[in-house]
């Protein structure tokens, strides 16, 4: 098995996924990698919704897409290219994107990430729970499936939790579509890490990297 450092490296957005079935100990591992993760006080309020059937998927689905119409698709095609990228690879990503956006249901497994996060949920609400999605990603990734991290359906979060069909106190934080991948695993590029990091003052160069 590939180490966790190439596992990080070649751990990318895969949206083209293939309907083939995933087997259940293969969800199971990548859930039991989830709740390894921390989360604060270690209350563990989080949920995990697997979804296979089609129906409420293609429900969700239904919001995804309007909010690519709406509003990630303008904003794809007016913004540059992101540090680490250029505008082929933005335009294969913008591509791959809107392929995911028509197939989104088609992935024969979601997990959906939730926390019981109280009346007023917070920055704070997400740290708890988006260490899990990565460690889901993660572990995804070294079971040779493919996902993305995906919150989109969050800019209609009221129709999307309710057609998920979370009760009252539960909100949805990520949705996580798994499949065997129909590319393959590259590396991640997102630019020199000179770009994101200084040293003891804002705006300082750090010169070890
Ligand atoms: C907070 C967050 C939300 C994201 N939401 C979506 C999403 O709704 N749909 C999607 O296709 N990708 C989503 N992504 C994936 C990013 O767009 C992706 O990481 C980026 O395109 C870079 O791709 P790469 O990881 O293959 O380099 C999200 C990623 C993060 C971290």
Redo the contacts with the bound molecule.
């Keep these: 098995m590939a180490d966790v450092f190439e596992i990080m490296h070649t751990?990318?957005?895969m949206?083209r996924l293939k309907p083939d079935p995933v087997p259940d100990d293969l969800i199971r591992k990548i859930l039991e990698a989830g709740i390894c993760a921390a989360n604060g006080g270690n209350a563990q309020k989080w949920k995990f919704l697997v979804l296979k059937k089609p129906e409420i998927k293609k429900a969700v689905a239904v919001w995804?897409k309007k909010a690519f119409d709406e509003v990630i698709g303008p904003r794809y095609a007016s913004s540059p290219p992101p540090p680490g990228s250029d505008p082929a690879k933005f335009k294969r990503?913008h591509a791959?994107?809107e392929y995911?956006t028509e197939h989104y249901h088609e992935a024969p497994v979601w997990i959906v990430c939730c926390l019981e996060d109280g009346p007023n949920p917070s920055r704070m609400s997400g740290a708890s729970i988006y260490p899990a999605v990565q460690n889901m990603l993660l572990a995804a990734r070294a079971l040779g499936l493919g996902s993305?991290?995906?919150?989109?359906?969050m800019l209609f979060e009221k129709e999307a939790d309710a057609a998920l069909g979370l009760p009252p106190g539960v909100r949805s934080y990520?949705i996580l579509p798994i499949g065997y991948p129909m590319g393959k695993f590259g590396p991640?590029?997102?630019g020199k890490l000179s770009e994101f990091v200084y040293s003891e003052t804002w705006g300082q160069p750090y010169a070890e990297v």
């Design positions: 751990t990318r957005a949206r995804y990503q791959a994107v995911l993305t991290l995906t919150t989109r359906h990520a991640v590029g997102r």
